[in-house]
């Protein structure tokens, strides 16, 4: 695993302000373990790496580095479905304007 994934537990812990003993014992692990995460000397399983993305409310791209986003990106996508949505109820509305002046 990449150190991003290290330091970004890291970074997110100091960032919320808790100690490795709060976020340890909320994630359900021994303090040590979480150093050991923390410092890169430990690699996680995927089981954890689901859990700590659930703790901190950012994605698993984000702690590996594959992201500045903590969403993963997905507030972005979501914002251009919602674009090409309006986009789509136009041109729907639109068609039936055309369709309802051929029937006049």
Do not use: W
């Not at 409310?57 to 507030?75: F, K």
């Not at 251009?80 to 639109?94: D, G, M, N, V, Y």
Request: glycine residues 12%; hydrophobic residues 35%; proline residues 2%.
């Amino acid at each position: 695993m990449s150190t991003a994934f290290a330091q970004g537990i890291s970074a997110l812990r100091k960032a919320a302000g808790l100690s490795q003993r709060e976020v340890s014992g909320g994630l359900g692990i021994s303090q040590a373990l979480l150093s050991h995460y923390e410092n890169g000397s430990r690699e996680p399983g995927l089981d954890f790496v689901a859990r700590i993305c659930d703790y901190y409310n950012v994605s698993a791209d984000y702690l590996l580095g594959r992201t500045d986003c903590p969403d993963g990106g997905g507030g972005r996508m979501a914002a251009e479905i919602k674009e090409l949505a309006a986009e789509l109820r136009a041109l729907t509305e639109r068609a039936e304007r055309i369709v309802e002046g051929d029937r006049e």
